[in-house]
């Protein structure tokens, strides 16, 4: 008889540190079995037990290559699916809760996208005329219709090359989820704003004219973080008042008038290796999530650098703080006695539509 797994209950009230005790003592049965990852916005003390700590797209090619049987994934739901996708079949991937999402992936799904795209073609061919490109941080789904129209995966870090590559095959890009991404990267191409049209996905057509459309070289998607919308140019200017010798770094998913105000714009793998191989002293502001940036600012304090939150309001990526040392715990424990508890796993067609989206991308860059 099969025995039911072990119920959240049972960890909901526990302690943080008795938590901690136990993730640890699964951990030591689990062995070569398992493997956590921990990506940069996560909270520290879910952080601190990650095999692998990075960006999303890092970690799972990291999970796929090892020998682990069970990948537990420590980030939100989009993350988990491309850790499955990107996987061996024999290969588990789980996101310890369910409810750890993210807010902007939300913000485009395959019904909305598939309707834009048949709008889209009461004005043009969009399959002759438009490649779609999606964002890392979107749904499975939304990769795979990538993969079926000839479109292709991008991350913060790429973003120019996949731009590049879409343009050299079709005339236009409808560019979702994130709208600001899509934006600034463009721009830094040397396309004007005004060919950089957003698609409201709550209107008709976009809420653009058939000319709009048709002039457009980008239809961005009306989406973005909601921990990145936080960050304003006033807090740029308020800094760079006090401190005139300041450095000002900031995430692509910021605002078009935060990024060009700051001294650099990237990924946040590039944020973390801009201010590590800055010069000592150095004082830093920085536009991306809370968690990563308290991170950085303990790294760094022996090298005398500062580095402080951009927003006077803390925002961090609450969606992922769903995930918390009793949830792990409770993940892991199911594991120690065989039990799989929040498995994610992606359907057989739409992780072959995906994977193709995904490759073009590893192709290209």
């Not at 304090?301 to 925002?315: A, L, N, W, Y």
Request: aromatic share 8%; glycine share 6%.
């Amino acid at each position: 008889m099969q025995v039911s797994p072990i119920a959240f209950d049972r960890f909901n009230q526990m302690q943080d540190e008795a938590c901690q005790d136990r993730i640890l003592a699964a951990k030591a049965v689990l062995g070569e079995r398992l493997v956590i990852l921990g990506h940069h916005y996560q909270r520290d003390d879910v952080y601190q037990h990650a095999d692998y700590t990075g960006d999303s797209l890092k970690l799972s090619y990291l999970a796929a290559s090892s020998n682990a049987e069970y990948i537990v994934f420590c980030g939100v739901h989009f993350m988990a699916e491309v850790a499955d996708i990107l996987s061996r079949p024999e290969q588990i991937s789980i996101l310890p809760d369910l409810s750890a999402g993210c807010s902007m992936a939300d913000m485009a799904s395959l019904s909305k996208v598939t309707r834009a795209w048949r709008e889209l073609s009461e004005v043009l061919d969009p399959d002759e005329m438009i490649t779609p490109v999606t964002y890392i941080n979107s749904a499975a789904d939304l990769k795979s219709f990538c993969g079926e129209h000839g479109g292709i995966v991008c991350t913060s870090t790429n973003a120019r090359k996949i731009l590049e590559w879409s343009f050299s095959r079709r005339e236009k890009i409808l560019f979702f989820p994130d709208q600001h991404l899509g934006r600034n990267t463009g721009y830094k191409m040397g396309i004007p704003l005004d060919e950089m049209v957003v698609w409201d996905f709550d209107q008709p057509l976009g809420g653009l004219t058939p000319e709009q459309i048709k002039k457009a070289k980008m239809i961005l998607w009306k989406g973005f973080c909601s921990v990145h919308q936080m960050f304003q140019p006033q807090h740029i200017l308020k800094f760079r008042n006090q401190h005139p010798e300041g450095l000002v770094i900031s995430h692509p998913e910021n605002n078009f008038e935060v990024c060009q105000l700051s001294d650099y714009v990237g990924s946040t793998e590039y944020i973390i290796q801009t201010i590590a191989a800055a010069a000592p002293n150095t004082h830093w502001l920085v536009g991306t999530e809370l968690n990563l940036v308290n991170r950085l600012a303990v790294q760094f304090k022996d090298e005398g650098k500062v580095i402080q939150f951009m927003s006077p309001t803390v925002c961090m990526c609450s969606t992922m703080a769903r995930i918390d040392p009793q949830h792990l715990a409770w993940v892991l424990e199911n594991l120690v006695e065989g039990k799989v508890v929040n498995q994610i796993k992606v359907p057989q067609k739409e992780a072959e539509m995906a994977r193709l989206a995904l490759q073009r991308m590893l192709d290209v860059s």
